[in-house]
């Protein structure tokens, strides 16, 4: 795996590749790697030819300076990951090499996206993902970016800002990895005491209770039921859950046959605050 810490000898080599009529796949990350972000790698192996993974902590997606401090970085852990998941190409840059002095202002139109939900609730979250999204795309020029439909809101604020700037990639979604009894896999997991790991796993099924009985019981219903689950495990803060269109992210109150809708969940436990989300059908 080559690895690079300056755009200039990043895009240098990739144009490179580019000339030669490589299709390059790109997997943006905050790092702490673990076996969701490898699915992402692996989907791109298969679809590209050059993988470009990317580890950078964003500081302009943190809305909370605590968060942006304790979060994890295991590099030389994140690189032997990569390497044995025979990942291409490593862009690991400083934060003032994304961020000079002279940055200009970021604001883009998002729409209600970041209003909503984890808009709402970590202000300015998603102007700063996709600040550093659109300024990642710009030096790797990627074909195809995969993202975890883990972050579903973020999927459809890069979808956003991809028409907003009319860029040319191209969106791929891999599915949420989780553990085999149910918890999506997370770096802020590594955060959770062992008890923590296993009340966390009451997300996942208040989400599958929905998921299951969305044919037969009415949304109110599943609602107040997935809230039971949740509060019967000690700690644990539900900060919201919804069941909403996958497109808008409003949410509904009755389920339209010719329409998708996902349920999303943020709760806090132990400090932490934890995300997830399934798919209705
Ligand atoms: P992060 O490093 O948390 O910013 O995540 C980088 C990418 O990995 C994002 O596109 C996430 O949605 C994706 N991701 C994180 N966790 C998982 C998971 N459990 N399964 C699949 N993708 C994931």
Redesign the pocket.
Known sequence: MEIFVTPSALQHHLATLHQQGKKIGF???????????I??INSAKITTNIVVCS?FVNPTQFNDPKDLEKYPRPIEHDKALLTAANCDILFLPEVAVMYPNNDPHWAIDLGNLDKIWEGKHRPGHFQGVTQIVYKLFQLVNPDIA??????FQ??MVIQRMIKEKALKVKLNI?????SVDGL?????NARLSATGLHKALTLSKALRHIQQHVQTKDIPTLLTEARAIIYSEEGLELEYLTICETTTLESTTKIHTEKDYVVLIAAWLEGVRLIDNMLLQ
């Open positions: 997997v943006p990350t905050m790092g702490a790697l673990h076996e969701g972000h699915s992402l580890i995969f993202f975890g439909q883990k972050d973020q999927i891999v599915p949420t990895l989780r999506a896999l997370s770096s802020r």
